[in-house]
């Protein structure tokens, strides 16, 4: 069985539970850990206003899963790890429907073609009516799913805890094919990147620093690329997983792994176009002319998007178990682990505003649509916030 460890206080500390498992905070003596770099007063030159927040359910609690709301049509949806499933009007924070699916959710949630697809820590997949939570079907894979499920035309593409990736039915969800090629290590992060689809190819990162491209018919490879081939005299120092989900932009995809680099690669070939030495936990996100990354200290680093060269790293943020960075016009936003939102600028990573959701950790990245962005800590606080671009 897979073991799954959890990252606290910029990676600073790594702790491994017997079994499958994650690190829970009080686990650790506090003279072991890596202390967070301490806030300094901040004069924001972006105007940032708060224009909701609401508590939907226990969010991701004590799992170590990044759980990241979805946004379709005007609603935003979110889930819980006791089973809460909820649809949310994304300009009021009013709630559209709620509904407890009894089961342990960790993946998801994934949204497209009138669906809500869901994943469980005991393997289930559950399909709902996106417009009013009604159970459409449920399916099962061979292991928990903590990442979203993506949704794209007549499949459902699901990539399961033990490296594999199935496709189901949209309409019946009947198993349509599964790959089980990926290798997965004896130790691993929690959590895994989300599948993406690109044209006829389903884009899958692994556990063992590989991006593979599959083909979304059948589900055979069409290439693989490897991010990160690490040495060590420990498991823990030979980790090399991409946890962060991929960036697809045009014909490229960026993509981070733990112990490995930032790369850009040509999505219809895979072949490299340049990489950068970076080790993160993280998504990468894109701007115009840039490339945005979290390494394993939690600094904020800007990558040039033609050649990867640095532009700039932020480390006032150091160790403060930063979420994955997301653009919004000029600026940057990540979340970090006392519950602050950050907007760094592109230019030069300076911060322009801070914001403070909750007391808790925020994990998940946060979702932009335009001038909004909505964050979620690990407790269920959702919260949406307007800046004056």
Same mark, same amino acid.
């Given at each position: ?9 910029? +990676? ?9 498992? !994650?690190? $829970? ?15 300094? @007063? ?29 946004? /379709? ?23 559209? !429907?709620?509904?407890?699916? $009894? *089961? ?10 009138? *669906? +809500? &697809? ?33 949704? @794209?035309?007549?499949?459902?593409? &699901?990539?399961?805890? @033990? ?32 599948? /993406?689809?690109?044209?006829? *190819? ?24 490897? *991010?990160?081939?690490? =040495? ?34 040509? +999505? ?5 176009? !340049? ?22 200290? %939690?600094?904020?680093?800007?990558? @040039?998007?033609?050649?990867?060269? %640095? ?11 930063? %979420? ?12 970090? +682990? ?8 592109? %230019? ?14 925020? /994990? ?16 269920? =606080? ?8």
């Amino acid at each position: 069985m897979k073991k799954s460890i959890y990252l606290l206080s910029g +990676l600073a500390t790594l702790a491994l539970l017997g079994g499958c498992g !994650w690190f $829970k905070g009080n686990s650790t003596k506090r003279e072991n850990i890596t202390q967070p770099k301490e806030l300094v @007063d901040l004069a924001p030159t972006l105007a940032v206003k708060e224009i909701w927040s609401r508590g939907i359910g226990k969010g991701a609690a004590k799992s170590g899963i990044r759980i990241t709301p979805a946004l /379709r049509d005007g609603t935003l949806y979110t889930l819980g790890v006791d089973g809460e499933v909820t649809a949310i009007d994304a300009a009021s924070g009013k709630v559209r !429907w709620n509904r407890d699916v $009894k *089961l342990k959710l960790a993946g998801g949630p994934g949204v497209g073609e009138g *669906l +809500l &697809v869901v994943g469980g820590m005991d393997g289930d997949v559950l399909a709902l009516d996106a417009a009013n939570g009604g159970e459409r079907w449920r399916a099962r894979v061979s292991a928990e799913v903590v990442s979203a499920p993506a949704i @794209d035309g007549s499949l459902v593409f &699901v990539r399961s805890n @033990d490296g594999r990736v199935f496709a189901f039915d949209t309409n019946d969800g009947k198993q349509r094919w599964v790959n089980d090629r990926a290798t997965v290590p004896l130790l691993s992060l929690r959590g895994s990147a989300s599948p /993406r689809v690109a044209g006829d *190819l389903v884009i899958n990162a692994t556990d063992a620093g590989k991006v593979m491209a599959l083909r979304a018919s059948d589900g055979a490879s069409a290439w693989e690329q490897t *991010l990160a081939t690490v =040495e060590g005299r420990t498991e823990v120092e030979r980790l090399n997983d991409i946890d962060g989900d991929l960036k697809i932009d045009g014909d490229v995809i960026y993509a981070a792994a733990y112990h490995g680099q930032v790369v850009a690669l040509h +999505l219809a070939s895979g072949r490299q176009i !340049w990489n950068r030495q970076l080790s993160s936990y993280t998504n990468v996100d894109v701007s115009a002319s840039q490339v945005y990354a979290v390494d394993d200290q %939690s600094q904020v680093w800007a990558l @040039d998007r033609t050649s990867g060269a %640095s532009m700039w790293k932020q480390d006032a943020l150091q160790y403060r178990w930063l %979420s994955g960075p997301a653009v919004q016009g000029d600026y940057v936003i990540v979340g970090d +682990l006392e519950g602050y939102v950050h907007w760094l600028a592109i %230019s030069d990573g300076k911060e322009a505003a801070r914001e403070r959701l909750s007391k808790n950790a925020i /994990r998940a990245t946060p979702v932009v649509i335009g001038d909004t962005v909505y964050v979620v800590d690990v407790k269920g =606080e959702l919260g949406a916030y307007r800046a004056q671009l």
